[in-house]
Each structure stands twice: as C-alpha cells, then as structure tokens.
C-alpha cells in the first residue's frame, strides 16, 4: 500500500461506546496529525506528532485519546462521545513537522448516536 | 474575524469558462501559502503553492498580496473535473499551523 491509509472509513458508535481509529502512512514521514472536518467548517488541528512524540494537543476533549506507537502508525482512541463529535476525522503526514505540505488519509467518517 | 475567510459559494460555472476564488487572512506573520482540493467526500490534496510573484500551473494561476491580505486562484478553461472544494491554507511557520479556510464550492456545469 502507498500513502496514508485510514481505517474504518465509516464509523457509527452510541455515546457509551469505545472505539479506535487507525491511520498508516508508507512515505517515511516522521510526522502524523489528526484532523477534524465538521460539514462547511475549516479543517481543526487537534494533534500532532513528530518522531512519535506528542508536540500539540488543540485543547482536544480527553474523551479523544490519541496513540502514536511509531512514526508510520497512529491511533485515535474515542470513548463516551458526544452527537456533536461527529464528523470527519482526517489523518495526515508530513517529513517533519516544519514541512509545509501534509498528505491526507481518505478520513474516517464519525457518527456518534 | 477569522483567521482564514473564503467565500463559500457555491460557484456553478460552465465548461469553458474562468472562475477565480478570493482568500483573505488575518495574521500579517504569515510565511507560506497554499491551495488544496477536496473532491467530495475525498481528503484534501495540494493543488499548488502561492509565491510572493505569483506563479501558474497549466490553467491554474495563484496570486499573493501580502499587503492586503489576499491570495487569489484563478482557473481559466475550466473542466467538469474541476468541481470540488478549494481549501486556502497558510501556513505561520511550520505544518503544526498551517491554518485552513472554509473553502470554497466549486461546480462546472456542461
């Protein structure tokens, strides 16, 4: 496989649940983020990784939980979300993360009932 | 005022005509500048950089006005297979900030 790969691209959870989201990227990026994309709203930054470390948490609610075991995978832990969570939820990387270019995983569509 | 401002649209155009999108952003410290394209229900993906000169890209011409504020795409002969949404995106130093606007609607129409 090539690029960022994301999984599952559809996603429906009742608020007491607990699921993961999963992202893969094969271009030997050191980076990885995640996106959130609400309907006719800009694309918000929640996290950022760089050489597997946390560098950015965007204020994001702890029931949102992310897990970056290595440089090429990256998790987003959910648990006891909210209607309003859904949405799409990007994941992207990037050489570094003073790259100026991200290369976007085809998202997870969230719905939470 | 938003950090990164688009008109939404959408705009529906017929083939062959030329569309251009506005892009206004509010921080002044601003170093790098971008469009990307979302097709529906698809991740974004970089359409092209905007240089301080201005550049073009087959029938794709970015503009840049640091002193307004303003970044501009223009498409001339456009195609059905431009409808998407154009993301402006700038970038205040490192991808950590790169900040996107709404993005605008666009329609080609046969």
């Known amino acids: 496989e090539t690029g960022v790969t994301q999984t599952p691209r559809h996603l429906v959870m009742g608020m007491t649940n607990k699921k993961s989201l999963k992202c893969e990227q094969h271009?030997?990026?050191?980076?990885m983020y995640w996106y959130k994309q609400s309907a006719k709203k800009p694309l918000e930054l929640m996290f950022v990784?760089?050489?597997?470390?946390?560098?950015e948490n965007n204020s994001v609610p702890s029931r949102f939980s992310p897990e970056c075991p290595n440089s090429s995978h990256l998790f987003l832990h959910l648990h006891t979300l909210q209607p309003e969570d859904s949405a799409l939820y990007l994941c992207?990387?990037?050489?570094?993360?003073?790259?100026?270019?991200?290369?976007f995983g085809a998202g997870s569509r969230l719905t939470v009932l | 005022r938003k950090e990164v401002e688009q008109d939404p649209g959408p705009f529906n155009v017929p083939e062959g005509a030329t569309v251009a999108f506005n892009c206004t952003y509010s921080?002044?410290?601003?170093?790098?500048f971008f469009w990307y394209r979302q097709d529906c229900r698809k991740e974004p993906k970089l359409l092209m950089s905007v240089y301080s000169s201005g550049n073009e890209d087959g029938r794709f011409t970015a503009q840049l006005n640091r002193a307004s504020q303003y970044i501009s795409l223009l498409i001339r002969d456009s195609k059905l297979s431009d409808s998407a949404t154009y993301l402006c995106?700038?970038?205040?130093?490192?991808?950590?900030?790169?900040?996107f606007g709404s993005g605008t609607q666009l329609t080609v129409l046969p």
């Open positions: 990784y760089n050489f597997k470390e946390q560098t």
């Open positions: 995106v700038v970038n205040q130093g490192s991808a950590r900030q790169l900040t």
């Open positions: 271009l030997g990026h050191n980076a």
């Open positions: 992207a990387s990037s050489p570094g993360s003073g790259a100026n270019v991200l290369t």
């Open positions: 921080n002044s410290a601003s170093q790098s």
